[in-house]
């Protein structure tokens, strides 16, 4: 960023006016001075008198970039293009990814997906048709993060849920049921064990199933309260009321889907094969 601040005093055009205004009195004194009007217009061939003519002019330069970079509105300026940059960097970046969800996501996540991207749309087209404020730049950027961890979270839920839905625990209920009838029937103390643990290590498979679903359950409505959250402050930016406490809330969200984004790509990392 300091850098980008620096070529941006480099290139303001009232600088590089009074760069080309110092250079052409640099280059009328080297006239001045017969070191010819040829070579004057040639800098790189410059002599040791017209190199001397033209540092002024290079200092003068450096000046006003230096008292542009500690000038106010220059800065405010500067973070407020900055800001917008971002956020337009942040819109595309929802494009992206909502672009390349559309071949994970279900029919009906799709629609939801399609609905999240109308409400950022409108937020984003609000903010720069609407008047500036810090609150709202920071509760348009926040949404934005909330837009990308929906569709991040809506990937991953959508990816499990097809892999949870494809285990069929019956063949896993049915392996504890013969070796529950095994038990009843071996007398060699070590069988008996090897039995349990076959028996244990089944059960651990079934409970850690169920919880992944409950927990599939509680993201899907996690989902959902995403996308009501979105739509909520599309109204709320779109009306013009915008208060910290929106800023605080979306960020909350923001942590929490990442959270569940992040055991999601864990599980499936993990993921039980049958």
Known sequence: MKFRMFMSAIFKPRNLGLLLLFAGISA??????????LQSLIPFELNTSTAITYVPAIFLYLVFVGQTLLNKDFHEKFNRKEKIRNIQDLNFSCSRLANEAKKHVSSTYLQKL?????????????????????????????????VQAYIKLSVNFCKRSRELSEMDVGDI???????????????????VQDIKNLIEMDERIINRLKEEKKDIERIAAKLDYMESTVNMFRHQIMS???????????????????????????????????
Do not use: C, W, Y
């Open 28 to 37: 009328a004194l080297v006239a001045v001075l017969d070191v010819g009007v």
């Open 114 to 146: 399609r609905k999240v991207m109308e409400d950022k749309t409108d937020i984003v087209n609000s903010f720069f048709k609407g008047e500036h404020s810090f609150i709202k730049e920071r509760i348009v950027e926040q949404t934005l993060n909330l």
């Open 173 to 191: 209920a049915n392996r504890i049921n013969a070796n529950m009838r095994k038990l009843n029937f071996a007398s060699d103390p070590h069988i």
């Open 240 to 274: 013009s009321i915008e208060t910290a406490e929106m800023v605080e809330k979306l960020e909350t969200a923001v942590n929490e889907a990442t959270a569940l984004d992040n055991v999601l790509e864990e599980r499936r990392r993990n993921k039980i094969n049958l």
